[in-house]
């Protein structure tokens, strides 16, 4: 089974079992509505979880933001993801920050730096784009090795 880990934000990362990993940025264009990247958002996971036949989602649930903007552009941008799960039939799971970041560096506080500095030891293979990447990265290793959906690889 095909694994997507997303950490939800306007720079969205993602890591995906099948070896595919990086950014979407959802930033709308100045010209464009604030509700463009929610659009976006909606057509790139579709897409993606189509063509690369996910099967199982997981991804880095929030529970306290330092602005506003950012608690509601996570909050739209889980609800698309629920929604898209359900209609596709496709299990998914939140798994807190804290524990994606005591998988990574032993430390459930980590910054961003050290987040991607241990990224960037244990994916050697990977160019890890940045904190958003790295977040992804470590998601999808953490649900690779602590949940046990049906038949997950």
């Given at each position: 089974m095909i694994i997507l880990a997303l950490d939800l934000g306007t720079k969205c990362g993602y890591a995906c079992s099948n070896g595919l990993s990086?950014?979407?940025d959802l930033?709308?264009?100045t010209t464009e509505s604030a509700g463009e990247r929610y659009r976006k958002f909606q057509e790139l996971?579709?897409?993606f979880m189509r063509l690369n036949k996910v099967g199982y989602v997981v991804y880095e649930e929030v529970h306290a933001h330092a602005?506003?903007?950012a608690a509601h552009v996570f909050g739209g941008l889980q609800a698309i993801l629920q929604t898209t799960c359900l209609n596709l039939?496709?299990?998914?799971?939140?798994?807190?920050?804290?524990a994606i970041k005591k998988h990574a560096t032993g430390n459930g506080h980590s910054k961003k730096d050290a987040m991607i500095a241990s990224a960037s030891l244990k994916f050697k293979s990977v160019n890890?784009?940045?904190?958003?990447h790295a977040?992804?990265?470590w998601?999808?290793?953490?649900?690779?090795n602590t949940i046990r959906p049906t038949t997950a690889n």
């Open positions: 990086g950014t979407w930033k709308p264009k996971l579709d897409t602005a506003v903007e039939g496709i299990e998914y799971k939140g798994i807190g920050v804290g890890v784009i940045d904190d958003n977040d992804a990265l998601l999808l290793d953490y649900a690779r």
